[in-house]
């Protein structure tokens, strides 16, 4: 049994019973839950974050990533009321100017966008992806790599976290579902793959490409296992060789590595790329970009002149259905773009990163220390702390890990007001100050005491 946080929440966890009456599980999604009962928060600020009970933590959760300037940024907040200001609206559910001048921001960011739709979360942002490359090449199936995560739907609630048991060779793993209700149609139409290893994923997309429209990847797992810049190079060459789309979903690693994604490092264009969580600026959000000729699919005013070479008959004379009562909001837009001017700002992406890699070097150094394994995973500013001797570069990898021990130190960590959920990786924002970071390895080094004590 964990130490959890003795005596010190007992307001989260009369909310979290109260909750749990009218809400499933207490939580408004599956992976905020954790036990014995989750934190329950009044108030951001910063870095930090204030439970009901008025503990504060350092926050490394940063809402899975999508708060890269912390929480109640100054400047989020001053474009959002002038955004309401000006216009006397909320939203206009009609076409307007902030749509277009992201999109032209989003184009200039990301090498592989060249047309921008936009949704209103990551999850709706890949399924909109995937839908597009089917329409363009006519082709019904989409190959996906173990242990990626791409939003909660039937077609992605694949092998996203599958048991050892039933996920078969690692160099062909079998497609298993992550939730009851996925049915059998998205078994047989979602290819699974493993993720770094070239040849065996070569293999298995030349026996489906006929039936494959697309493979869709995180470029770094989880937001901190890289794709190795040969198999990425692999994949681009053999997904192009063989008439099969690939999708980069960087919901995760759009402005966290450089402000033009994980395709600006890896000098790669996906044919389409999908956006969310920091676009948004901590206000709901995704994007679609990607090739013109694909992305004109969706245009509902396409005549004859621009189809395309690229287009099966089937679907040559269709359009393919994009809509969303919220897409384009405008408030989350102003956001977005005032986020982006920030992270934008000489040094902040460069400060950003430091500090991540100073952490990541001052954790290791500590853990080294007191004889534990422990390795930082990880490429701009998100990582993880992984307890192996092994490499990690995969969903596999990592499950060899010692979860155990990272869990017991987690627990610590939320007590001396560290907070990730438990097991969850590390984001760093631009407000994280030194003050945050020696105050976490401290922690760190208590937990460790405490754990290895035990
Ligand atoms: N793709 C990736 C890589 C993600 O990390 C997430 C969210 N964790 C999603 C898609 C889904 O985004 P959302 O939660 O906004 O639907």
Same mark, same amino acid.
């Not at 130490?3 to 408004?28: C, L, W, Y």
């Not at 579902?177 to 139409?189: A, R, T």
């Not at 982006?340 to 853990?367: A, F, Q």
């Given at each position: ?71 109640? /940024?100054?400047? =989020? ?72 995560? /791409? ?36 078994? #047989?139409? *979602?290819? =699974? ?7 065996? *994923? ?36 053999? *997904?192009? #060789? ?105 040094? *902040? ?54 979860? #155990? ?9 939320? /007590? ?15 407000? /994280? ?22």
């Amino acid at each position: 049994k964990h130490n959890f946080i003795p005596g010190r929440t007992a307001g989260s966890e009369r909310a979290f019973q109260d909750a749990k009456e009218v809400i499933p599980g207490g939580v408004t999604a599956n992976i905020k839950y954790f036990s014995p009962y989750p934190l329950v928060m009044e108030k951001g600020k910063g870095s930090r974050l204030l439970d009901v009970d008025g503990n504060e933590y350092i926050d490394y959760l940063l809402c899975y990533g999508a708060l890269i300037l912390g929480h109640g /940024h100054s400047r =989020v907040a001053e474009a959002v009321i002038s955004q309401m200001n000006s216009s006397g609206t909320f939203i206009f559910g009609s076409p307007h100017q902030l749509e277009v001048e992201m999109a032209r921001k989003l184009i200039t960011l990301f090498p592989g966008i060249e047309m921008v739709r936009y949704t209103n979360s990551g999850l709706e942002a890949t399924l909109l992806s995937i839908r597009l490359a089917e329409a363009y090449t006519g082709k019904r199936k989409v190959a996906k790599f173990e242990g990626h995560y /791409h939003g909660g739907y039937d077609q992605m609630l694949v092998s996203v976290n599958p048991d050892a048991g039933k996920a078969g060779q690692a160099s062909n793993p079998n497609p298993v579902p992550d939730s009851k209700g996925i049915s059998d149609y998205h078994l #047989e139409h *979602t290819i =699974v793959l493993p993720f770094n290893d070239l040849e065996a *994923t070569e293999k298995i997309l030349r026996k489906h490409k006929d039936e494959l429209s697309s493979v869709i990847l995180e470029p770094i797992q989880g937001g901190f296992i890289p794709a190795e810049e040969k198999f990425m190079k692999g994949l681009r060459k053999i *997904t192009e #060789e063989l008439g099969i789309l690939l999708i980069f979903d960087e919901v995760k690693t759009g402005f966290r590595l450089t402000v033009g994604g994980a395709q600006t490092i890896y000098n790669i264009k996906p044919d389409i790329t999908a956006l969310g969580k920091v676009l948004g600026g901590g206000f709901p959000i995704g994007a679609v970009g990607g090739k013109k000729e694909i992305m004109a699919i969706m245009s509902p005013d396409r005549g004859k002149d621009i189809l395309t070479a690229g287009a099966k008959n089937d679907v040559k004379d269709d359009v393919m259905f994009h809509s969303g009562t919220y897409n384009g909001h405008p408030i989350v837009l102003a956001a977005g773009m005032a986020t982006i001017e920030v992270l934008e700002e000489p040094g *902040t992406m460069e400060e950003l990163l430091r500090k991540s890699n100073n952490l990541r070097k001052e954790l290791e150094k500590l853990y080294n220390k007191y004889n534990l394994s422990m390795k930082t995973i990880g490429m701009g500013s998100i990582f993880n702390l992984v307890f192996t001797d092994g490499p990690v570069k995969n969903y596999r990898d990592m499950a060899k890990a010692d979860l #155990e021990l990272r869990k017991k130190i987690d627990y610590e960590l939320l /007590h001396r007001g560290i907070y990730t959920k438990p097991m969850n990786r590390y984001s760093m924002s631009v407000v /994280h100050s030194r003050g945050d970071l020696q105050f976490t390895i401290d922690a760190h080094e208590k937990a460790i005491k405490k754990v290895i004590q035990k």
